[in-house]
């Protein structure tokens, strides 16, 4: 039985036990496939094994073939989730058949499919692999590659990759693969051994056998391996070696091992990217092989090619062609030439061309060019006729050379194992894992399975972490092994069947399995089967066990355990003498290490899944143990882990006492201890055995109870601790007396001085005190600080550290008290123990260093354990920082602060450093605090983080915190922000990070669709508007309802005619429907409106098309609401009159798409109606996607498809859509793509293509979009001859020239926009001479250039003669010229603009020009135009002022020679184009002198059109020049949606008869459009690109009907999309997430117009140009301020506002929102308490609702400041409560809360004198010293903010305290404290008082005392000097003295 017992102690029970069944095996089954059919054909007749139908299925798979048998296989790994999520599950990838299928569990959650692939052939293998996506060339750094995660499955000819994100790729195969690995890099493949082809002869070189694929887009590239060769120079070859096998990959660290079957030796290799001149080493190297007098083994190569041609093979390789090299050059490579001990040779090949390269077309199907058929690669120099002549192979099919492939990846040698003394064929390893021990050493295992060996060598990083060096190889005999990753250890199956933990080589224990028989002992009877779901689906990192795939039959086991295979039963002597069926199961194999979990095959065939213990649960154990492990030696260490492990988790269920108790009795037995004999660790032992054998004896109850229990109860340490817990204090318990057991008090206990740990004591004892040090800095670690003090006194005590003991005193006095127990360690044992250098006499205090850092005394640096004692670090850190003002303390390692304990473990200090520096010092910012709060965040220190710190500690950082809160940088980052509790800053700053095409909260305000009255109206195009937002900004009425209204098109018209008695019937329908006609223009001119009222405000859902509203061109007619139509024939109806319109309409329906939205090519396509042609709808829904930039994505194949349609509408759309998005890119292919269009960009002898004129028209404006602002010299030249084209000979050109013409002016004006005089290399065009001479006539110049051939005909209809048709080219050239000259005021060009001065010269020029040429000249003179009349009269000549005294009186007294008409004309016309100029630079400003400048000539121009003079200057005149002012209007008042010109632009909606044509109709709802432009959320930008876009939409000549293109296009209207941006401000509430009104103080940059200025603005409120702006500021008092500062770039706001403008604000307490309370007279009940006046104290609960919402604190004003009338004693404490409630609300502190109410909990406690440990009192200490330290700094005392602690309570506590120590002191204190500092023992029951007097008091121990000499002193002075060295307060020396001098008079000497 003892041998049994023995065995038990070592063993480890394992967790829990599951069976385990691949969840895809299931899914396989149900999933609709082959497969099924396949599986169920397996099954034979008899079902020997079915035990049920698992087992079953596994036998009929165990009964087919070995091929058969490969068609299931699985592997697991670790779950890898996203950053911060701690998930543990596992993944499963599971092949069977065709189908791949990778689910996902764990224990918490069912597994679950996550994807399910099936291919096309059978899957040979599947794996994980992550590829990294190469970057920009700009950033090279390896640090930023993203890494894409991806499923790779193997076919017979390809691999198919899908990625996580949903993209797949298939790369072919180009040879037969034998294997696929998973590396760093990407995929490796290695060749199958082509035994099959070509026999070698001598002349072949071998082809390479290993191959990469960093991306699944990238070619397949040769590995290449660099390794010492004869000479032991290193050679770099391509690895062409068949009997070199990987048998592993790993990617962390990024190593692969091989074996060569030859020499049967494993060895290993670094992989890595190859270096640029090892590449050209191997590229030279084979390039300069061949010479011209090699022979090409014509025969054999010429017969494969034949068969190659014919399609024989198609599987063949395109490497067998590579023909051989010279024999001379063979030989070097021949197997005999050098030893192969060295390393595998790998011979070298011949260069390998793309043409053989395995790229991504397959060999097969490209037929014989694929190959390259010259008998070596020669290079492109050579040419061809370096073909020998003897070469057979014809001519004809030689292919052009191609440059060879390059390898990417390269293998560095590392290590191959010694040679063993018999080398035994096939010992090669079937499973290869990297394992680490528990002190972090790494192995390398492997299993060579037919010798039962798993051979382990160990290796580490070298000092500078480049290489890896390779230690001595230890064989440990197992028959299989598997690593448990997350306990450090591996599981080892020895042959004896046991089950056998090791960590690294050291053996922990044998596992012990529940249910499953031991080997030793023969149990007949099968394992019974636990019915548990299946939990755990598990997945290893690294998938150590190789799975089946295509692999050689002969070297890779079977997936199911054959039981007629003999050999599998091994040779152990116990298997011998006994059958199969008698053992019963046994363990057969493991698979499938995930974590902590492994899988265990049975030999029947079950698969059952088992859990490895956790070293340990508890926080505070593995703490210690941390520390253990980190100061001792390696070795020990792994044994004192090892001791630990095989205690915690021996059999014998859980055990039933703490974990803590097991590890002190552990811990204090390896140190030499006995544990029973030791008081208290005895009653620690009796909570709970060790030894479950023990624990059964004991665990036998007596049915009668006994006295001894209760004393036992009493006694034990449970009691005691619980006696001294603060809440028996606060409950008022009495405490029990204890009736001392009668036991045995060893006298003379001692030490084992020949343990394990005995001479490590002082190491150990110093790190755990360290250890208790950072426990104090855990408010959540308190008790286990309580139960680790126990140990380090008795340690302490023993050690005879008698400092060490005081302090544990003065913190836990009642619980030191109860140990007496000492262990004697005499001298000749104490020189056994190491005493390490850094155990100081003095005990290192975290609070008292604080504390002395608060004093600015002198410290020394801290100890402290990297990476253990984290937490103390940051807290000495942030000290420094902002107490003692040490910039440098978080950003450098801080060695006068802190001194690091190192334990010689180079390792880890590597690893810490490289932490260090990765923390980048924060950036300069302003202040102390401000830099702390930075410096914390990037450590990663969360509020959560601060709540756990103890609230004296945590202090100062929560004042930096609260000094930062007020105005915190605008670039912080989002945890920066929380950390200061600005919410809506992170928030923000977390939309902000958010990728930047999802709208973050778009659909935060969109109301949900069509709600309910909605939803019956039909689509109008403007039910997606965000409505909620619209009410906010125009909040007094309802003018958005009225544009809706006004905009609607979808509705038919009311025709109101009345019928005259003389009227006939006929007549009157006749009459309703002219009348309709008339109404109907303005209907088709609503679509641009709409399109600009819904700019971008709707987020497609990409499953539906996009609802274009339809045209309804029908009206009703009351009183009976009958139909009128247009189609009855009655009336001549234009044709395709509302083909333009319908096009608008598109427009403006594709207009509402957002340009964040997720749009691609198949969406585009998709909104195409089906089985139609192409419909002008959608011709406009393709423009709208261009200008809000979606159709770059549609692919060229589909704009091919939509142009050879031949549709003129879609095409134009399309040219013009493309040019738009592709907005001065110069890019090539569109370039093409719009010169087909334009004949003058083809060569002359190009074919004469028929293309409409609308098109080339839209063709030439797209070449000028395309190059905006370009200055390209061939575009501009051609452009510049294009204004003047001449009509052509037959017909072409000769129809609606103007427009071409206009098109060509914009388009040059556009590519050479705002150049002005500094066209480089365009002087001898002569740009402006001839635009001059287009725009006022003369002579035609001879046509320079290429197209002179095209113009020597002239037309035969339209005679010009030779001058310029002025007519024609005027608005062009003009337009072309101010955007030239944009903004430059350039005086000389301005003045050829002027408007002539004489009436002879004035009736040379059509009025209509004098507008062009007036709006030209202002743009130029951009800077001198002023906002008010005057400036627009100083443009209008003064002979046409002086004849135009009034523009609406009929003068009389005319001179006679004066032509009033003319001068009329050009009047108007002049003030329009003026008006226009205005409009253009103050587009967009609502500049209010501009606004009244301008409303005042609309209403003119308004008064002039009905007046009697309207008829000389001729009706049509004056409504485009009122149209051109009511645009010029809304232009400056754009999106502001401005009541005064909205009524204007509802006037003009309602004038339909008349001259109010088409084209009046629609400039007057443009208009209106832009007034509303984006519902309100945009607005007009000057830039220049911005005016050239306005000024092609808002050209000045209208059409005149819907059909009209003459003079301008009308698809350009839509370009004033080029010139929106989003300007609107939107202040979002981040509490309750809504949009809401806050003041924000806009300050302007100084100009050269205005100094610099702020103004006020409430927002949601367009903000003016951001360029003008030099800050924004969200201005309190109702919010928290946020400040925007501008001048340091704008992007920051441009993203804001990009994102629908949300900007996070947050509401201060004590304030209502302007909603609420628009005046703030409500928040004044808040205002009156925030003052400091006498009725404070008598807040109510109630009235703290109106400062705060946060529940937690109107609970707290609910329980704990309401008055109840009984309890009177209380009044005073909620009085209390209340008072500080309110403080925390009102000076917005809430987190200020427990820290009031500690320190009041606290004075309380020491009142009762109930304050059983000291920890409260240092709180209370550091606060008041954090405030003294405070009120004396420079730093603090400028500070506007509050204090965070109310100085008065300070000093009320700070009283009590005082008052309550000095009654004590004068009671019964001074006897207590004379006794402590004489070592006398002090009475029981004062002790706490006297270890809280001494911490409150700072007094020093006695040592410190004893030093100073105090002896014999007799005066007051005298000791005052003595102790000036001890840095004792005045105040507690005081109280000192009269006990140290013995007697009062002693003080007044």
Known sequence: ???????????????????????????????????????????????????????????????????????????????????????????????????????????????????????????????????????????????????????????????????????????????????????????????????????????????????????????????????????????????????????????????????????????????????????????????????????????????????VSKGESPLASPFQNISSFPSQNRSTASPGAHSRSHSPSISNMAALSRSHSPSLGASAFSGVQRFNLS????????????????????????????????????????????????????????????????????????????RHQLRCVKFEESNDLTQLIFGTVTVIQAKDAAPVESVNTMVVLESSGNLVLYTGVIRVGKVFIAGLPTPSLSVSNPMPRPSTPLGSVSTPARPSTRHPGALDEAVWPSPVPELSDSNKIHDSPYLDDCTFHQIGTYIHSLRDPVQNRVTLEMSNGNLIRITTPEITNSQLVKKCLQAIKYILPKEVAVQVLIKWYNAYNAPGGPNYHSEWSMFVTCLMNMMGYSTDRLTWTRNLDLEGSLSPVIAAKKARPSDVGSDEDWEYLLACDYHRSFESHLLAGALHLDPLEVLHPKEEIFANLGLDATTLLFSHIPAIFFVLHLIYEELKLDNLMREGARSLVILLYQLARDLKLDTYMDSYWRDYPLLVNTLKQTCKIDQAQTRLMQQPPFLTAEPPSIYHWLSSCLNGDVMSPFPYLPGICERTKLVVQSFALYILGDEK????????????????????????????????????????AAKLVVSLTNLGFTLKDLESVPFGVALPIRDAIYHCR?????????????????????KQ?????????????????????????????????????????????????????????????????????????????????EEKENRLLQLCQRTMALPAGRGMFTLFSYHPVPTEPLPIPKLNLTGRAPPRNTTVDLNSGNIDVPPNMASWASFHNGVAAGLKIAPASQIDSAWIVYNRQKNTELTNEYAGLLMALGLNGHLSKLTTMSIHDYLSKGHEMTSIGLLLGISAAKLGTMDISVTRLLSIHIPALLPPTSTELDVPHNLQVAAVMGVGLVYQGTAHRHIAEVLLTEIGRPPGPEMENCTDRESYSLAAGLALGMVCLGHGSNLIGMSDLNVPDQLYQYMVGGHRR????????????????????????VDVTCPGATLALALLYLKTNNRSIADWLRAPDTQYLLDFVKPEFLLMRTLARGLIMWDEIKPNPSWINSNVPPIVRQNNTSLNTMDGQAPEDVDLQTMRQAHIN??????????????????????????????????????????????????????????????????????????????MHKRTGGEMNYGFHMATHMALGLLFLGGGRYSLCTSNSAIAALLCALYPRFPAHSTDNRYHLQALRHLYVLAAEPRLLVPVDVDTNTPCYALIKVTYKASQWCEEMTVNLMAPSLLPELHLLKEIKVKGPKYWEIMMDLSKGTPSLQSILSK?????????????????????????????????????????????????????????????????????????????????????????????????????????????????????????????????????QDQFKNSNTELLINPEFLLAMKSTLDNTLDQWLHASGDVMLHSYLSSQPVEESQVSMLACFLVYHSVPTLQQIAATGIEGTASFSELLLKFSRLHLPVQALLRLAPVILGSPQAMLV
């Open 1342 to 1365: 001879a046509q320079p250039g290429i197209h002179r051939e095209k113009h020597k005909s002239p037309s035969y209809q339209i005679k010009e003669g030779d001058t310029v048709n």
């Open 1700 to 1832: 629908d403008g949300f900007l996070y604000v947050k509401l201060r307490a004590g304030h209502l929102s302007y909603t609420e309370d628009p005046k703030g007279f409500r928040s004044l009940l808040a205002q009156t308490f925030t003052h400091k006046n006498p009725e404070f104290l008598s807040i109510k609960p109630e009235a703290v609702s109106a400062f705060t919402s946060d529940p937690a604190l109107l609970s707290f004003a609910e329980y704990f400041c309401k008055h109840s009338k009984k309890e009177r004693q209380k009044q005073e404490v909620l009085d209390l409560l209340s008072s500080i409630l309110h403080e925390c609300v009102t000076q917005e502190k809430p987190e200020m809360l427990p820290t009031y109410m500690a320190i009041d909990q606290a004075a309380r406690r020491l009142e009762r004198k109930e304050m059983s440990e000291s920890f409260e009192l240092w709180q209370i200490k550091l606060v008041q010293q954090f405030y003294n330290c405070v009120c004396l």
């Open 375 to 450: 008998p070596y690669t020669p290079s492109p120099k050579r040419g061809r006729n370096s073909h020998s002549p003897n070469s057979t192979l014809s001519d004809s099919l030689l292919v052009p050379e191609t440059e060879p492939v390059i390898p990417e990846l390269c293998l560095d040698h590392l290590w191959t194992e010694g040679v063993q003394n018999m080398r035994e064929k096939n010992s090669q390893a079937t499973k290869v894992f990297i394992t680490s021990d528990l002190c972090g050493q790494k192995f390398l295992c492997y299993l060579v399975e037919s």
């Open 889 to 928: 303390a978080l950003s450098h390692e801080p060695s006068m602060y802190l001194s690091r304990i190192t334990a010689g473990q180079r390792k880890q200090q590597v690893e810490e450093d490289n932490r260090r520096l990765s923390l980048n010092p924060c950036n300069i910012t302003s202040s102390l």
């Open 1470 to 1547: 002049i003030i329009a184009g003026a008006c226009m100029a205005m409009g253009l630079r103050f587009a967009g400003s609502s500049n209010a002198a501009a606004f009244n400048c301008l409303y005042k000539y609309v209403k003119m121009f308004l008064e002039s059109v009905s007046s009697p003079v309207a008829a000389l200057a001729g009706h049509h005149n004056l409504e485009t020049c009122l149209s051109v002012a009511l645009l010029s209007l809304a232009l400056v008042m754009a999106g502001t949606g401005n009541l005064k010109v909205l009524q204007l632009c509802r006037f």
């Open 966 to 986: 007020e105005q915190p940088s605008s670039d912080w980052s989002e945890a920066a922000c929380s950390l200061i509790g600005r919410q809506d800053l992170s």
């Open 1 to 307: 039985m003892s041998n049994v017992y023995e065995e038990r102690v070592t063993m480890i029970a394992a967790g829990e036990m599951q069976d385990f069944i691949p969840f895809g095996r299931d899914h396989c089954r149900r999933h609709p496939n082959a497969t099924n059919l396949q599986l169920r054909q397996l099954q034979p007749a008899s079902e020997l094994w079915s035990s049920d139908g698992d087992a079953g299925l596994v036998g009929s798979l165990r009964e087919v073939t070995i091929h058969e048998k490969q068609k299931e296989s699985w592997h697991l790994r670790k779950g890898s989730c996203e950053v911060g999520e701690e998930l543990d599950y596992d993944e499963e990838l599971y092949v069977a058949g065709n189908m791949v299928i990778w689910s996902r569990g764990s224990k918490s959650h069912a597994a679950s499919v996550y994807k399910a692939f099936t291919v096309d052939s059978p899957v040979l293998q599947a794996l994980w692999c992550d590829f990294s996506i190469p970057q920009d060339k700009t950033e090279c750094a390896e640090a930023q590659e993203k890494r894409e995660k991806c499923v790779c499955i193997v076919q017979r000819s390809c691999v198919n990759v899908h990625t996580v994100d949903g993209k797949d790729y298939i790369a072919p195969l180009p040879f037969q693969v034998a294997d696929v690995w998973a590396t760093k890099y990407g995929l490796m493949f290695e060749r199958g051994n082509p035994i099959q082809e070509l026999p070698l002869s001598p002349l072949r070189e071998p082809l390479p056998t290993m191959f990469s694929m960093l991306h699944p887009l990238d070619e397949i590239a040769p590995l290449v391996c660099k390794s010492g060769g004869v000479t032991n120079i290193p050679r770099v070859q391509y690895i062409a070696d068949y009997t070199l096998k990987i048998v592993f990959s790993s990617s962390a660290p990024s190593i692969i091992m091989t074996y060569d079957t030859v020499q049967s030796l494993h060895t290993v290799w670094t992989l890595r990217k190859i270096k640029t001149e090892e590449q050209n080493t191997v590229l030279r190297y084979h390039s300069a092989a061949g010479t011209s007098q090699h022979i090409a083994t014509s025969s054999s190569l010429t017969a494969h090619l034949r068969s």
């Open 989 to 1069: 700053a977390h939309e902000g990070n958010l990728h930047k095409t999802k709208s973050a909260i778009g659909h935060l305000l969109l109301s949900d669709g069509a709600s309910g009255n909605e939803a019956e109206e039909e689509e109008d195009g403007m039910n997606d508007m965000n409505q909620d937002l619209m009410s906010l900004i125009w909040n007094e009425d309802l003018r958005v309802q009225e544009v809706r209204r006004l905009l609607q098109s979808t509705h038919p018209v009311r025709v109101n005619v009345v019928q005259m008695p003389e009227v006939s019937d006929h007549e009157y329908i």
